[in-house]
């Protein structure tokens, strides 16, 4: 007569141990290892498919340019200036080169069929004021908008500055040279233009009367017009730093000095046009704040293994 067999022993080899309820815990433990890879494979999948790589610190914050020397930055805006306008009066005594390039510039205007000048000045020329206030234009706020411009972004935007800085020192030396190779006469001065010196006939002037002993400025330096390139560079160095809706508005700065220039006659279209080409020269030497390049990324399939150090990818 045989006995009631009882549990048998365990043996060597590891045997599943059944839970409270039947289930067999060795198979849900090798489940939740299995649902773990599966779910790391998938997150490295979707880290490798937007091209970004897992990790806490996947976009640094970018590094906070710091504010320049006060004192440098004033001996240098005040070095650059000398040298522009001591440059302008060793230009000086160019008047045979200067006219005969200005009888080539005008005689080019009307081969391309650009609008003539003097239709600018009758629009200026409908009342004295109006005209008054465009010499004024032209004599007072150059310099002071440009400067306070720079003064502006060195306060609260530095790295916006330290980029308008060099960009129109580029556009400031460039114009300079061109100053030098091709002197020339501005159209208030040119028979030819039938147009009238505004500014010594309504006010105010800042030209001497006799170009030739004018030790103030070179008359004889009107392409490019400096006047449109910095009033344009300083509309772009606005618009680039600040976010308002309304920034496109800061174009109407170099838009009113267009005008200012052609209608009092002291430039022509083509002076102008130098002007912009330069200034877009020089935003193509430096970069803009902000731009950084960027890195390719590097797509592997899910699953993959961590390429080691060095590996050539």
Do not use: C
Not at 189 to 213: C, H, I, K, N
């Amino acid at each position: 007569m045989s006995g009631i067999r009882g549990p048998r022993p365990a043996g060597p080899g590891a045997t599943p141990t059944p839970g409270p309820a039947g289930h067999d815990i060795g198979a849900e433990s090798a489940e939740s290892a299995e649902s773990a890879e599966s779910a790391e494979s998938a997150e490295s999948a979707e880290s490798a498919e937007s091209g970004q790589a897992p990790g806490p610190e996947e976009n640094p914050p970018p590094r906070q340019v710091p504010r320049p020397p006060l004192l440098r930055e004033l001996l240098l805006v005040t070095a650059l200036f000398l040298v522009y306008k001591f440059g302008r009066l060793f230009a000086n005594g160019h008047e045979v080169r200067a006219f005969h390039n200005a009888d080539r510039v005008w005689d080019a205007e009307r081969a391309l069929h650009l609008p003539g000048e003097g239709a600018v000045q009758q629009l200026l020329m409908h009342g004295e004021p109006l005209i008054r206030a465009a010499n004024t234009y032209y004599a007072a706020v150059h310099f002071p908008a440009t400067a306070a411009f720079l003064v502006w972004l060195y306060l609260r935007r530095p790295a916006h500055y330290l980029w308008s800085r060099r960009v129109l020192a580029l556009l400031t030396a460039a114009a300079l040279a061109l100053h030098l190779l091709v002197p020339l006469a501005p159209p208030r001065m040119l028979a030819a233009t039938g147009l009238v010196d505004t500014a010594r006939v309504y006010g105010p002037s800042v030209y001497g009367a006799v170009p030739e002993t004018d030790s103030m400025a070179n008359q004889f330096a009107a392409m490019p017009s400096l006047h449109f390139g910095w009033a344009l560079m300083v509309a772009i160095g606005l618009m680039a730093a600040t976010r308002s809706r309304w920034r496109a508005l800061w174009l109407l700065h170099p838009l009113a000095t267009l005008l200012v220039i052609v209608g009092t006659a002291n430039h022509y279209w083509f002076d102008a046009l130098a002007a912009a080409v330069l200034l877009g020269l020089a935003l193509l030497a430096v970069r803009a704040p902000g731009h950084r390049t960027a890195i390719p990324s590097v797509r592997r399939p899910p699953g993959a293994a961590a390429l080691p150090v060095g590996a050539l990818r």
